[in-house]
């Protein structure tokens, strides 16, 4: 469609013009007293943001490479490890803890559904070799939120590490690190944290760095130790996005502006918001309330409509971008993101798109009902 656009999938997620603005700075190069002095600024920020003392990692890399560098790191071949899948990032664990050689032990959670923190426990009191536990903060492909706090506690009790894919959630839902025992917290930087695609960021507690010392997989360009060298002198290894770093710095600035509590319940709100107006509308949520992400919606086609269809027609007619299902999920499901840059007016737009969409696509829709129902949540009035 000519004209306006309203991108709404999970990343990448739209830009806010003062981060725009602030990467249009000329170039600088990475070897200088401003780049330190910057890096230095961006870590001060992240640690308020991911609540640790833990030194960071701005990786210049997709999400995946940071979940990456978390592996090479941590796993040798042999090792014992422990996924917790329950959607297409927790098998991306998976995927590459046997792509680096790991015995992979998986507990699978049906797609939809949060990881249940007593089936983590009794896996580790039956395996008490496991030595890395990979679990997903904000599950992207089901729109579940999992309860990182809870498997914390229970791995902080045994020698296995925690390592947490942060990279749609971070930004958008509260982590606190230190409290919750991450041992390694990655994210991506096209989400929640409102920046074009291109970082990786990372935490690495006392406990991982221990493990990763001792780590003998082959890595060069993931390699932390070699980054920790770098970042003792507010350096990297290797070339940096230099542009990202000024557009990380000022995405953090205004997120903390807004206040991080404020910036939490926001995401909260929109939620809400979207998931009242998808019931009014009749239509089927995927998550149940108590678990279902602040920061991505994920919503059952009608029987016998595909969800792709509906998709269609709002990217065709309305210049809206929703996401679609994944996997086994394909054609079923539609996924409304309300991450990073997102307010209620997003929220409504999407709605009354959908509203006409399904219109179209010959559902029986009663026009205005979910966006009444959203603005009802807005206005704190009860339906
Ligand atoms: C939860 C989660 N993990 C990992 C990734 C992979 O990130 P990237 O595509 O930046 O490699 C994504 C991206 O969609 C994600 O949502």
């Known amino acids: 469609m000519q004209g306006k656009n309203y991108l709404m999938i999970p990343g990448p997620t739209p830009v806010p013009p003062k981060v725009v603005a602030a990467m249009s700075t000329p170039m600088f190069g990475h070897r ?36 990456e560098s978390a592996v090479a ?24 803890t046997r792509a680096y050689g790991a015995e992979v032990i998986e507990i699978n959670f049906e797609w939809g559904t949060c990881v249940d923190p007593q089936a983590v426990k009794e896996k580790l009191e039956e395996h008490p070799d496991i ?20 498997i914390g506690k229970i791995v902080a009790q045994t020698p296995a590490l925690l390592v947490v894919d942060g990279v749609s959630g ?77 557009g990380l710095n000022a995405a953090l600035d205004m997120m903390l502006e807004e206040g991080l509590d ?36 994920s919503v059952y086609a009608p029987d016998g409509i595909g969800a792709d269809d509906i998709r269609k027609v709002l990217t065709k007619e309305y210049g809206i971008t929703f996401a679609g299902g994944q996997a086994q999920l394909k054609n079923k499901i539609f996924r409304i993101a ?28 009663e026009l205005g009902a979910g966006v009444r129902a959203a603005q009802q949540v807005f206005l704190g009035v009860q339906s």
Do not use: C
């Open 131 to 150: 030595k890395v536990v990979f679990a997903t903060q904000n599950e992207t492909s089901t729109g579940v939120v999992n309860d990182i706090e809870s």
């Open 262 to 297: 404020n910036v939490y319940a926001r995401h909260k709100l929109l939620r809400d918001a979207t998931r009242a107006a998808i019931r009014a509308l009749g239509l089927k949520l995927m998550a149940e309330d108590y678990y279902a992400s602040p920061v991505v919606t």
């Open 73 to 96: 790191n941590t796993v040798n071949p042999g090792d014992k490890v422990l996924t917790l899948v329950g959607g297409k990032f927790g098998e991306r664990w998976s995927e590459l």
């Open 170 to 246: 971070v930004g958008g839902i509260e982590i606190k690190v230190d409290e919750w025992h991450v041992d390694i917290l990655t994210t991506g930087s096209q989400k929640s944290l409102m920046l074009p695609p291109g970082l990786a960021i990372q935490s690495i507690s006392q406990k991982a760095w221990e493990k990763i010392e001792d780590n003998k997989s082959p890595r060069y360009y993931f390699d932390l130790l070699k980054a920790r060298k770098s970042y003792a002198k507010w350096n990297t290894a290797y070339t940096p996005a230099v542009s990202l770093f000024v």
């Open 32 to 67: 200088t007293q401003d780049f330190q002095n910057l890096h230095q600024e961006i870590v001060a920020k992240l640690q308020k943001f991911f609540q640790t003392k833990n030194e960071i990692f701005v990786l210049t890399s997709s999400g995946t490479g940071g979940m």
């Open 338 to 365: 309300h991450m990073g840059f997102a307010g209620k007016m997003d929220v409504l737009i999407a709605i009354s798109g959908l509203e006409m969409a399904l219109a179209r696509v010959g559902y029986p829709v």
